[in-house]
C-alpha cells in the first residue's frame, strides 16, 4: 500500500498535489499527516518527516521500502507505476508541454506562493485587492497563468488544462486555492477553470478535510489574527 505523507491540508500547498492526483486517480492510498509546527530544528515535524526523508519536507511516498520525496518526483513515479491511469497526457508533445509547466511551477511564481500563501479556510479578498494594487510581481504571475491557462483551454478544449484531468491540473490545483482565497482578479474564462478545478471530487475532499482541521497556526498567518468564525 502506498504511504503518502502531508502536511496541515489548510496550507500545505506541495501536500495537497500528489494527495489531489492520487485521489482523482482513484489510487489507493494511505494518509499520514504530520502536523505542521515551527519548522524549528529539532521540532516535533522535523524529528517525525526526518525518519522519512532527508529533506525535512513533505510531500513523502513511501511504497515498501521506497521512499520518494518532491513533488515532481512522486508525480512522475505515479505515472510510471500507474501508467493505465494517464496521470500525464498521452501525446509526447503534449506531455513535454505538461512537464514544462509543472517545471515552471516548481521553481517559478515566487511573488504570488510568497505573498498569497495558501489557507484554504481563510476568506482575505480585501488583503488580495491591495496585494494586487501594490505587487507587480504578483500581477505579473498572475498575468502568466492566465496566458499559459487561456492558451491550453483552447488549444485542448478543456475541460482540465489538456483536456483530461492531469498532472498540470494537479499541479495548479493549489494556485487555484489561492487565486479565490485572495479574490485575485481573472477573466471570467479562467475564473471557470478555477471553479472546475476546486470542483474535481478529489480537490473537493481536500477542501472539506482543510475546512475540518481547525488547526490555526500563527506562523502560516501573515494576514490574520485569530480563525474564521462559525
Ligand atoms: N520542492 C518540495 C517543496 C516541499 C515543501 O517546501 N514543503 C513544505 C510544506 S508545503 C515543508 O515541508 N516545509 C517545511 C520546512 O520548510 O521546513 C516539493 O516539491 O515537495
Keep these: 500500500m502506498l504511504k503518502l505523507y ?7 500547498s506541495w501536500s495537497m498535489r500528489p494527495w489531489v492526483l492520487l485521489r482523482q486517480a482513484g489510487i489507493a492510498f494511505q494518509e499520514v499527516r504530520v502536523r505542521f509546527d515551527s519548522f524549528q530544528a529539532g521540532s516535533q515535524f522535523k524529528r517525525s518527516i526526518a ?9 513523502v511516498l513511501e511504497h515498501g521500502d521506497l521512499r520518494v520525496w ?50 484554504i479556510e481563510a476568506r482575505l479578498a480585501d488583503t488580495g485587492a ?3 494594487r501594490d505587487q507587480a510581481g504578483v500581477r505579473a504571475n498572475v498575468q502568466r497563468l492566465v496566458d499559459m491557462w487561456s492558451a491550453l483551454l483552447q488549444e485542448h478544449g478543456g475541460p ?10 494537479a499541479y495548479f490545483a493549489p494556485v487555484c486555492m489561492r487565486l479565490a482565497t485572495y479574490a485575485l482578479p481573472l477573466p471570467p474564462h479562467i475564473a471557470d477553470y478555477v471553479r472546475r478545478v476546486q470542483e ?16 490555526f497556526l500563527d506562523f502560516e498567518e501573515p494576514y490574520r489574527l485569530r480563525p474564521a468564525q462559525g
Design 6 to 12: 502531508i502536511g496541515n491540508k489548510n496550507y500545505s
Design 51 to 59: 525518519a522519512v526523508s532527508p529533506t525535512g519536507k513533505v510531500p
Design 70 to 119: 518532491d513533488t515532481l518526483a512522486i508525480a512522475e513515479y505515479l505515472a510510471e507505476t500507474h501508467a493505465d491511469k494517464a496521470l500525464w497526457p498521452a501525446d509526447p508533445g503534449a506531455r513535454a508541454h505538461a512537464r514544462s509547466l509543472c517545471a515552471e511551477m516548481h521553481s517559478g511564481f515566487g511573488a504570488l506562493r510568497g505573498s498569497c500563501p495558501m489557507n
Design 130 to 132: 491591495l496585494i494586487w
Design 160 to 169: 482540465m488544462l489538456f483536456g483530461a484531468f492531469s498532472i498540470a491540473d
Design 200 to 215: 474535481l471530487p478529489g480537490v473537493q475532499a481536500w477542501i472539506d478535510d482543510a475546512l475540518a482541521e481547525r488547526d
